[in-house]
């Protein structure tokens, strides 16, 4: 049986916490292994706050949050906002071989939310970037989640 439960808050450090304790929440009552969950936590947090730092050139926005469970082993949690188009899954990862003053500042959080999720889909839609994550919950940590390519 397929779940889904939704909720809209303004695009804004001040409800990061409400937003993380909504999926948590719904994730826990649905079984989620602890530590999906710390996978979960981690790659919902890098996808909100680049929506609440950069989707709204003006400043003002919102996120719509959905927290879907299809069957009995996927749990999905898929952020919408209205925002400037930006495709994360195309979004080209950083260089993790060379050292740390030779590497670009920036994309490290989209590289563990790819690493760390079992799929991650981005779709344009109506005006509106939606990214899905999604997490098979009863299987254990991904072992190759932070583990540089080869």
């Not at 989620?32 to 709204?56: F, G, H, Q, T, W």
């Amino acid at each position: 049986m397929d779940m889904t439960v939704k909720k809209i808050l303004p695009a804004t450090l001040d409800h990061l916490h409400e937003a993380m304790a909504f999926v948590v929440a719904f994730a826990e009552e649905q079984g989620v292994l602890p530590d999906r969950m710390m996978e979960i936590e981690l790659s919902l947090e890098e996808a909100l706050v680049n929506i609440i730092k950069y989707a709204y050139q003006e400043g003002k926005g919102d996120v719509e949050i959905s927290c879907i469970l299809s069957g009995d082993d996927r749990f999905m949690v898929e952020i919408c906002d209205n925002g400037i188009p930006f495709d994360v899954v195309s979004a080209g990862d950083p260089d993790v071989t060379s050292g740390i003053e030779e590497r670009k500042i920036g994309g490290l959080g989209i590289f563990f939310i790819k690493r760390l999720m079992d799929d991650v889909t981005y779709r344009r839609e109506d005006e509106k970037n939606i990214l899905r994550l999604t997490v098979l919950k009863n299987r254990t940590a991904r072992q190759d989640g932070l583990k540089t390519p080869e």
